[in-house]
């Protein structure tokens, strides 16, 4: 599936997403990404839901997002709030969807002008 967002300057757009591939801009990744709204795109060692662990969503923190889109693959699948709760503690939203749901969300959210980041993950598996 091809995106055709707006884009604010400066700030990261998925382009396009397909099963076990994203393309952040021009650059295309085979496995699980942070998205920030704007810097650099960062691997997520995840790829499965059952795989997550608090540090994952306290590297998430680290980028000090006001809201947090969770992409938890090619099916939505809810994380336990236990995972989330430093989100949660500092008032972070968070929102979990499929990952092209999440991707396709994303784009909005940065298009709006909002510090959102984009967890996704992706299974090396699913190519």
Known sequence: ???????????????????GELWVGQTRF????LVPW?????????S?????????????????PE??????????????PALTRALIERRIGVETMDTGAACRTFNVLVAEGRAAV??????????
Do not use: Y
């Open 67 to 80: 809201l947090v889109i969770f992409g938890s693959g090619p099916r939505l699948k809810f994380v336990s």
């Open 1 to 19: 599936m091809k995106f055709q967002p707006d884009q604010l300057a400066g700030t990261n757009v998925i382009t396009r997403q397909d099963a």
């Open 38 to 46: 704007v810097g650099s795109v960062q691997p997520w060692a995840p």
């Open 118 to 127: 984009a967890a996704l993950l992706l299974s090396p598996d699913a190519a």
């Open 30 to 33: 085979q496995h699980s990404l």
């Open 48 to 64: 499965l839901p059952q795989e997550l662990t608090a540090e994952h969503f306290e590297q998430v923190l680290a980028l000090k």
